[in-house]
């Protein structure tokens, strides 16, 4: 007999010495079964209205009423009717009740009370939604709008950067834009350029973005200027963006002065001439330096062998219509001597390869090319003679080219290479 539970047939129980009648033992049971009743039709009419809170919003509160966020959404819709703005504000203080700590709660009460023109609670409100969820979008664009009406400029600039650290791509892709002619102008811009000085992790996304979709190019300038005038400068990729955009726009004298600034300081006497002429440098495809376009059935790339360094172009065969690598100069008026060395490998092709400077602009005059480089030819000098007019030439282009008068013309096959390139006033 175990002295702890003693079962004497159906009409008690015993327990622990305690002698209990079976009839509340049943009770006990039909009331057990009747708690885990109730919890299960809780449980489950909160997980269905969980399911609807979004699609139904109504449907969900008739289901549940403690569904928070489905009075919510049923407020927000409220509030954009004037005559039922009461009843948007009932529905969020229910909505608190349930949960007093839901942001969007929060902040549609601010609205309602800055309808009512009661401006400090609505940012006190909003404010209070920010601590409780620092991402909530529609507090933090609201105290936003406050600090740019008012010009609070360093509370402005912190507000962007929660927004830009702590946002999806896809919602706050439509506020950085509508940021752009905001932060790129006084008294935010330099504001802005110092929080970029810190590199913050959306600086590589949303400074690009802003970099390749600002309209006003004339601001970018400026907040480059600001940004190239103390600390590491805008990155090798921000350059090039902007600069493209520059110089696609025609706006050289701006483009080649950003360009000037982002080299090391005892680089810039070179910039006058053909910058990195030998190929000394690593290339950045920046337009003042080397640039080397990607290109179907051709490859280039610049070599290092016995302490020198020459480009060399691989067709693989097939229609090229070759001019991809350039160099933009910022050349005086004057003649000068463009000269190096070259080297074909059977290269095949109706007319074969050369060097040409022109003027940039409306009727991008030539100034001088070299010879056609074709078949097999052993390392050769070269050299062309030019001058730079005055008054219409400010800037020129520098291209290797296939100078094709037809499609035919474009099939090529075979190697060329040039070293020892440079570029001397005569």
């Not at 991402?135 to 406050?146: D, P, T």
């Amino acid at each position: 007999m175990t002295p702890d539970l003693i079962n004497e047939g159906r009409t008690s129980l015993r327990i622990l010495g305690v002698e209990f009648p079976s009839a509340l033992i049943g009770f006990v049971r039909l009331a057990f079964l009747g708690l885990l009743l109730a919890l299960g039709v809780s449980i489950s009419r909160h997980s269905i209205g969980d399911w609807w809170s979004e699609a139904d919003p109504e449907l969900s509160v008739a289901i549940d009423p403690t569904q928070a966020s489905a009075r919510v959404a049923i407020s927000d819709r409220e509030m954009a009717d004037p005559s039922k703005t009461t009843d948007a504000t009932v529905g969020a203080r229910e909505a608190l009740r349930n949960n007093p700590l839901l942001p969007d709660a929060l902040a549609l009460l601010a609205h309602a009370s800055e309808q009512q023109g009661d401006i400090d609670r609505a940012a006190r409100l909003m404010g209070l939604s920010t601590r409780v969820n620092l991402r909530n979008l529609r507090s933090q664009l609201w105290l936003l709008a406050q600090d740019l009406r008012g010009r609070r400029v360093n509370s402005a600039l912190n507000r962007i950067d929660v927004l830009l650290r702590g946002q999806f791509p896809e919602a706050i892709g439509p506020v950085a834009t509508a940021l752009m002619p905001i932060v790129t102008r006084e008294p935010f811009r330099i504001a802005y350029v110092t929080l970029l000085r810190t590199n913050p992790r959306w600086r590589e996304r949303w400074f690009i973005d802003l970099l390749q979709r600002c309209d006003d190019l004339s601001a970018l300038t400026y907040l480059f200027a600001e940004l190239q005038a103390d600390g590491s400068g805008p990155t090798e990729k921000e350059l090039q963006v902007l600069l493209t955009r520059l110089t696609d726009a025609g706006m050289l004298d701006e483009a080649h002065d950003i360009w000037v600034r982002s080299l090391p300081p005892d680089r810039r006497d070179e910039a006058d001439l053909l910058y990195n002429e030998g190929f000394r440098y690593p290339l950045t495809d920046l337009p003042f330096d080397w640039v080397i376009q990607p290109v179907s059935n051709a490859q280039v790339r610049v070599d290092t062998g016995n302490g020198a360094r020459t480009i060399t172009v691989d067709f693989f065969g097939g229609r090229v219509n070759f001019g991809h690598v350039t160099h933009l100069l910022n050349l005086a008026p004057g003649p000068y001597r463009f000269q190096g060395r070259e080297r074909s490998q059977d290269l095949q092709n109706e007319r074969g390869l050369r060097w040409r400077i022109a003027c940039v602009g409306d009727d991008a005059e030539t100034l001088g090319t070299t010879d056609l480089l074709s078949g097999d030819t052993p390392w050769r000098t070269f050299a062309v003679d030019l001058t730079v007019p005055t008054g219409k030439c400010s800037y020129q282009r520098l291209v290797l080219e296939l100078p094709a008068r037809a499609a035919l013309e474009t099939e090529v096959v075979g190697r060329v290479a040039y070293a020892d390139l440079e570029l001397q006033p005569k």
